[in-house]
């Protein structure tokens, strides 16, 4: 596998788990968010407000889906909603390896602008394999939001 | 049959809209096929979408993206005339992870069109399309462009044309 490709610069499973470390000691996500690829490609953000971590994707032209309006992509609302809960688990629930999702549900409920988007997410249940967490994305007003969404994980 | 212009425009138009504008052009994919209420689309590897720098495989995002893309561009192909369709929800099942390296097809089918509603399922595989990466069922609602929007849409298309062609 090109590991060199990926560029992130996260190599073993050692590594992995210090970073993670170092995220909740220093109580940075963002330093999750920086080791995963995917979240440079939207623009993806995370910080600890008030004792829960808010995240956020910073606007930009690349993630419009229809520029007559212009609205975000759907398809970037939900990778963004799946990133947030990935690294709420791996932050909040103190996982060791990346979780898997298994299953997504998203319910589009405004359309979004070109500006910030901002998702809290909140771990509904947690078994000893299974985690449902529910995300909320909103922008202006967190009472009028973007879109909700569900997502499972397999952990361990 | 009669010349249907804008329905001739239809297949240009579309896949301009969702290959080389904003979201689309970032993930870098090809549209293959466009019938009504049929769009195939593929996409190439790019490290810069990896959502497990462990392994390499691509993030989950990026199946979303994709198979939002090839179904609403399905639902669009479907109402027969210009239109937009936005997304009221979609639900996605993962059965494992993607192969680094390896381009990813996606097809998007319209099951089902009624007044209001338009019902979708998507499918993404990379060797195997019996054996997919993910399958989804997506929802979008059904909304009739007239004619003066649609012409707004050729015009800000024929704009962005000419801006790129003089850059």
């Excluded at chain 1, 103190?94 to 359309?111: A, E, G, H």
């Excluded at chain 2, 490290?47 to 199946?63: A, D, E, R």
């Excluded at chain 2, 707004?152 to 801006?163: A, E, H, N, P, Q």
Aim: aromatic fraction near 8%; include cysteine.
């Amino acid at each position: 596998m090109d590991d060199s490709a990926v560029g992130s610069g996260i190599e073993s499973h050692e590594q992995l788990r210090a970073c993670l470390l170092a995220a909740r000691e220093q109580d940075r996500p963002q330093l999750i968010l920086d080791f995963i690829p995917y979240s440079g490609f939207i623009g993806a953000h995370a910080k600890v407000d008030e004792g829960d971590v808010l995240y956020w994707l910073e606007p930009r032209r690349s993630n419009i889906g229809n520029p007559s309006l212009p609205a975000l992509h759907g398809g970037v609302i939900a990778g963004f909603l799946e990133l947030s809960a990935s690294v709420e688990l791996l932050f909040g629930l103190r996982l060791n390896s990346m979780p898997k999702v298994v299953d997504f549900s998203l319910d589009y409920l405004r359309p979004g602008r070109l500006q910030a988007l901002y998702a809290s997410c909140k771990v509904l249940r947690q078994g000893k394999q299974l985690v449902n967490v529910s995300i909320t994305a909103w922008q202006v007003d967190i009472e009028l939001p973007v879109a909700t969404a569900r997502c499972h994980f397999l952990i361990n | 049959m009669k010349f249907n212009f804008k329905a001739a425009l239809f297949r240009p138009v579309l896949k301009m809209a969702m290959e080389r504008v904003g979201h689309g052009k970032l993930l870098g994919f090809t549209i293959t096929k466009v019938a009504r209420g049929q769009v195939n689309l593929t996409c190439p590897y790019d490290s810069k979408t990896v959502g497990n720098p462990l392994t390499g495989v691509v993030h989950g995002g990026i199946i979303v993206s994709l198979l939002d893309t090839c179904c609403g561009a399905a639902a669009m192909s479907a109402m027969g005339k210009p239109s937009v369709a936005p997304t009221m929800d979609l639900r996605l099942d993962y059965m494992h992870p993607a192969t680094p390296n390896e381009p990813i097809f996606v097809s998007g089918t319209v099951y089902k069109t009624t007044s209001s509603v338009i019902f979708c399922r998507g499918m993404a595989w990379q060797q195997d399309e019996n054996n997919p990466i993910a399958h989804c069922v997506a929802t979008f609602m059904r909304l009739d462009l007239d004619r003066a929007q649609f012409s707004g849409v050729i015009k800000s298309g024929f704009k962005r044309l000419l801006s790129r062609a003089t850059e």
